[in-house]
């Protein structure tokens, strides 16, 4: 079984950046695909960004492109959201999940292909 905390959120200005950290134990994470993703109040979950196990290809929502990067770090078994130009609409509980397929080339945008999800934490983008 694999758990993952997520960790990092905040309240920040507009402008501004914060690091998401999703720490992965239990299994290796390296054999995973991993996605980042985010719920504002009233509002469905949606894709932000996806990394894949087969090449480390990234993916990105059209309204996070050129601000926010994803990134893994095998030897820490941890992957990170860096969100830099953050904007009010970035306001929304973000949660790392994991896909157990082998062979990912394009990580998912589809929430119901993720088989283990963090608790999810809270990013607050307000002056």
């Known amino acids: 079984q694999l758990q993952l905390v997520e960790s990092g959120g905040g309240l920040v200005q507009p402008g501004g950046s914060l690091r998401l950290s999703c720490a992965a134990s239990?299994?290796?994470?390296?054999?995973?695909?991993v996605g980042w993703f985010r719920q504002a109040p009233g509002k469905e979950r949606e894709f932000v960004a996806g990394?894949?196990?087969?090449?480390?290809?990234?993916d990105y929502a059209d309204s996070v492109k050129g601000r926010f990067t994803i990134s893994r770090d095998n030897a820490k078994n941890t992957v990170y959201l860096q969100m830099n130009s953050l904007k009010p609409e970035d306001t929304a509980v973000y949660y790392c999940?994991?896909?157990?397929?082998?062979?990912?080339?394009?990580?998912?945008?589809?929430?119901?292909?993720?088989?283990?999800w963090g608790q999810g934490t809270q990013v607050t983008v307000s002056s």
């Open positions: 990394i894949s196990n087969i090449g480390g290809r990234t």
């Open positions: 999940a994991a896909d157990r397929r082998w062979g990912i080339v394009v990580a998912s945008t589809r929430p119901s292909e993720y088989d283990y």
């Open positions: 239990g299994r290796t994470f390296i054999t995973y695909a």
